[in-house]
Nanobody, 124 residues
């Protein structure tokens, strides 16, 4: 399984970005695809996730109401629409795939495959 994340760039506070994660290779139908982010000097943190089958969606409290995750089954792609961006959203954003139980959705250790990361910088 390979993941290719893209879409990160420099944006002003209050702006919007859409990240994409293309998933290739064979995955189990009950996987979760998630976005994590890691700011300099901080641990990798869960942002949002979506179950490929059924579409259950999860958000961290810090992005709820501002970010929207979605999927395009035909393109094997998951998107993260980020609105009302803040300087504290600055981080490298990673997408990840795993056969994850609900209680472990927000744990990086539960995911088996990771993309290379895409840098989002929000200027104040």
């Amino acid at each position: 399984v390979q993941l290719q994340a893209s879409g990160g760039r420099l944006v002003q506070a209050g702006g919007s970005l859409r990240l994409s994660c293309v998933v290739s290779g064979r995955t189990a139908s009950r996987v979760t695809i998630a976005w994590f982010r890691q700011a300099p000097g901080k641990e990798r943190a869960f942002v949002s996730g979506i179950r490929w089958s059924g579409g259950t969606i999860y958000y961290s409290d810090s992005v709820k109401g501002r970010f929207t995750i979605s999927r395009d089954n035909a393109k094997n792609t998951v998107y993260l629409q980020m609105n009302s961006l803040k300087p504290e959203d600055t981080a490298v954003y990673y997408c990840a795939v795993g056969n994850v139980i609900t209680s472990a959705t927000m744990r990086p250790q539960a995911y088996h495959y990771w993309g290379q990361g895409t840098l989002v910088t929000v200027s104040s």
